[in-house]
């Protein structure tokens, strides 16, 4: 059963942090790197960075006699690797917006994948009301952009790919619950190097070689790989494990308001004036969601 405590809230805070405060650090990368490289980058540097962690502690995967490298390697694919790639694409044919509602719909989609698949992850009228309410206040956050079009000939596509790749996060959360009792270093390790195998190949056959970025670009990436992949991802994993993937998925009603917020302080960029309103409605969703738990 799904435990949330003092913990929980503070491991979900601090991904809602890192996360947000990503795009920052790719917009530096990007300057020297090429999209798919900066995913094979900062995969293949958390996935060397845990793999030593992982050797250095000694402990198997698997703590019992039970055993799913099936659903690991599923995992592995679809909790970086696949939505790296479908993000990269897709974002260059649809709104910044639109892709941020997309990763926000998340939530929406584990409440079903969790009331199915995960003993004592029910899908209730006050949580899913909960569930909605922060949507609503993401997509308020966003404004009328996650709605334009582009014009892009590939437009519906690249929708596909950012809704798909929301897709991949939710299934793969589902599925990381319900792996049979593992270390979660060695969790952490084993989906990054899993997801390194995949992107690299990938990068080569799109981007061509890797090219020899500038010293800038080489720090953003390692930032990249030691935050917001190796140390979340293992945040991630111990969240999902002890918390549940529906309790997990709140970070991403986080994710937006700190981008926007990093942007405004870092950036200089416009705050919106819709953030009071949309930072009420995501508390509120939030605050009905996780009711019960708050109270026990």
């Known amino acids: ?148 079009s582009t014009g892009a000939g590939l437009e519906t596509a690249g929708r596909l790919a950012c809704l798909s790749a929301a897709g991949c996060y939710a299934v793969s959360s589902v599925l990381t619950r319900r792996l049979p009792p593992v270390d979660p270093i060695a969790l952490s390790a084993t989906l990054l190097m899993i997801g390194a195998a995949v992107v690299l190949p990938v990068a080569w056959a799109i981007e061509g070689p890797p090219p020899l970025p500038p010293r800038d670009t080489l720090i953003a990436l390692a930032v990249l790989g030691l935050l917001p992949t190796a140390g979340a991802n293992l945040l991630r994993v111990l969240v999902i494990r002890s918390a549940g993937p529906t309790f997990m998925s709140l970070t991403n009603y986080q994710v937006p308001l700190w981008a926007v917020t990093f942007g405004a302080l870092v950036l200089g960029e416009p705050l919106p004036p819709t953030l009071l309103a949309a930072l009420a409605l995501i508390l509120t969703g939030v605050a009905l969601s996780q009711w019960r738990s708050r109270n026990r």
Do not use: D
């Open 1 to 148: 059963m799904p435990e949330i405590t003092p913990r929980s809230w503070l491991m979900v805070g601090t991904l809602g942090l890192v996360w947000g405060a990503t795009f920052l650090v790719i917009e530096i990368a990007l300057r020297g790197i090429t999209p798919f490289w900066l995913a094979a980058g900062r995969i293949g540097f958390a996935a060397a960075l845990m793999g030593l962690v992982w050797g250095l502690r000694g402990r198997p995967l698997f703590l019992t006699g039970t055993r799913n490298w099936p659903a690991v390697l599923v995992i592995g694919c679809g909790s970086s690797a696949v939505p790296f790639m479908l993000l990269s694409w897709g974002q260059q044919y649809v709104t910044s917006g639109f892709a941020g509602v997309s990763m926000a719909a998340i939530a929406l989609m584990v409440l079903p994948l969790a009331h199915a698949f995960v003993p004592g992850e029910r899908l209730t009228p006050r949580k899913g009301l909960g569930f909605v309410i922060g949507f609503a206040g993401v997509a308020v956050l966003v404004g009328g952009q996650a709605f334009e």
